[in-house]
């Protein structure tokens, strides 16, 4: 990370790291969790409102936003669900990457901290070091060319 990289994820950096979406409502999914097996479906009224959105990013996290639709289904959109689905699983998507970037900053921070005290301890021993040390070397001028 150089000092030029931005400091924050943008809903850009978010949109970036996605590679791949899928949806599928709550019924759909009980059908497909018992499709191979010899039993009765469960009773999934009311599931058909519920919208998942399973979103892989491309370092192969994988989260699920969840929409639980309308309170009263007669005001049900699935196309809002959708949307709503997406924007649950982009706020975790953005909670990821904060997480990295912070691990990043702490990271670059650390590097900066450590030369930082190698410089002062560079210092420190030209000022305490006498003509005949082993390590002796001269102070020169902080500001000489």
């Known amino acids: 990370m150089t000092s030029e990289q931005k400091r924050f994820v943008s809903p850009q950096d978010v949109q970036d790291e996605i590679d791949s ?3 599928v409502t709550g019924d759909n999914a009980i059908v497909s969790c018992f499709a191979n097996m010899d039993i009765d ?3 999934s009224e009311g599931f058909q409102y519920i919208t998942l959105c399973f979103v892989k990013l491309k370092n192969g996290t994988k989260v699920v936003g969840i ?3 309308a309170i ?5 959109s699935y196309e809002i669900g959708r949307e709503q689905a997406r924007a649950n699983a982009e706020e975790q998507i953005y909670q990821l990457l904060g997480f990295r970037l912070r ?17 002062r301890l560079r210092d420190e021993l030209k000022e305490n070091s006498k003509p005949g040390d082993k390590d002796y070397q001269p102070v020169t001028s902080k ?3």
């Open 21 to 23: 979406v899928y949806y």
């Open 41 to 43: 479906l469960p009773r």
């Open 67 to 69: 929409n639980y639709g």
């Open 72 to 76: 009263d289904p007669a005001r049900h």
């Open 103 to 119: 691990d990043q900053l702490t990271e670059l921070n650390n590097k900066i901290r450590n030369e930082l005290t190698q410089i």
């Open 143 to 145: 500001y000489e060319d």
